[in-house]
């Protein structure tokens, strides 16, 4: 595989890059990058080989700075000839503006991809995608992976629980809170959330399926973003007498305080994958993208 296959380390996520790279037994191709005063992105791609390059590039913040990089390194190997051009994008942005819900309103999800084939990539490996449909919007094969079975085993050996119960912060998220249950063999609930559409304020019905009293919480997201919900969440469990709670998600962003409102709120630490590089990126995606990788490389 190493005269074959290029790992291209992105400048949003070198490290994730290079353990990717290791597990395949391949080559890691550095990338330069530099940002000029104005915000400007100017990228220096490494020797690549010509059979098969997988570039591997988050889009978290700043994601419209990430995801131009990506189109970059991409449209680098379309100009090099290189037969498949592969991108690992564990984070994707733009994933919750797949649909129009007012008029006028750009569907963005629908651009993004339009403008990753145009530049050249042949398939695509996402992770956990807020929302599945986004990927219709794509001609060319994507795989959305999931994290939950690396985060419930990290779970399971990492943290000490008292009779444990797995929450989704809403109904949207039960089926992901469901299977990181059934991982673990515990019970799950999903909280009911409602947002007043002229205030915009959250509120979570503290009416719940099942008795908390005592129990330490798994909050289960895919993304944990401004904090809010999460925040909310633990309130609402905390004022039903649960135990410890923990937040476990795949994409960690944290925007502005978010840390600090989490924790305010009641909630132990924050645990989630290495898609997004920060202090709680505790779970390493690398094993579960290569296996991924492995495959695709020789079945195509």
Known sequence: MKEEVSVIAGPSSFDLAARIARKLDTHLVPVDARIFEDGESKLRVGKTEKKCCIIVQSTYPPTDRHLLQALMMIKK?????VEKIYAVIPYMAYARQDKAFLDGE??????????????????????DIHSPFALSYFTI?????????????YTANNICLDRPIVVSPDSGGKERAAEFAR???????????????????LSIDERLDTNVEGRDVILVDD?????????????????CKSGKVYAICAH????????STI????????IATNSVPNKSAKVDLSAIISANLNRLIHTY
Do not use: Q
Request: contains cysteine; charged residues 25%.
């Open 141 to 153: 094969d994507v795989e959305n992976i999931s994290s939950i079975p690396v985060l419930a085993s």
């Open 77 to 81: 190997c379309a100009d090099s000839k």
């Open 263 to 270: 924790k305010a709120a009641g909630v132990e630490d924050i």
């Open 183 to 201: 991982i673990l063999n515990v019970d799950m609930i999903a909280l009911r959330k409602f947002r007043d559409r002229d205030t915009g304020r």
């Open 106 to 127: 750009v569907v963005s999800m629908a651009l993004v991809a339009r403008l990753l084939e145009t530049a050249g990539l042949a398939r695509l490996l996402t992770v």
């Open 223 to 239: 993304m944990i973003s401004s904090g809010g919900s999460i925040a909310e969440a633990c309130k609402a469990l905390k004022n």
């Open 252 to 259: 960690a962003l944290l925007i502005g305080n978010a840390m």
